[in-house]
Nanobody, 120 residues
Framework: QVQLEESGGGLVQAGGSLRLSCAASGETTTRDMGWYRQVPGKKREFVASDTWNEGTVYYAFAVRGRFTISRDNTKNSVFLQMNNLKPEDTGVYYC??????????????WGPGTQVTVSS
């Protein structure tokens, strides 16, 4: 089973940017990849995904236009560029992977998470 590890989290002021990276232990070419987050007081929620078969990207409404997901299959990596960050984006961000078509609902594999804190 592929393992995932995130990096790039940290503290940033509102309006700033961060780029999260996720390294997979195995190939990502035929795997859907994505990002979820858990903000304080809420359940984990979908943020963005990139489906390998369709080549389609999906975004949660709250991040559309500000976040961009991308991948580099040669490095078995996926990224999340986050611009114009808001305090409500604060939370733990998880890299996810799935090979069952469930990336947007119930991904099979989760990374340990990385903390993102946006100060006002």
């Amino acid at each position: 089973q592929v393992q995932l590890e995130e990096s790039g989290g940290g503290l940033v002021q509102a309006g700033g940017s961060l780029r999260l990276s996720c390294a997979a232990s195995g190939e990502t070419t035929t795997r859907d990849m994505g990002w979820y987050r858990q903000v304080p007081g809420k359940k984990r929620e979908f943020v963005a995904s990139d489906t390998w078969n369709e080549g389609t990207v999906y975004y949660a409404f709250a991040v559309r236009g500000r976040f961009t997901i991308s991948r580099d299959n040669t490095k078995n990596s996926v990224f999340l560029q986050m611009n114009n960050l808001k305090p409500e984006d604060t939370g733990v961000y998880y890299c996810v992977s799935d090979d069952r078509g469930s990336i947007n609902t119930a991904p099979r594999v989760w990374g340990p998470g990385t903390q993102v804190t946006v100060s006002s």
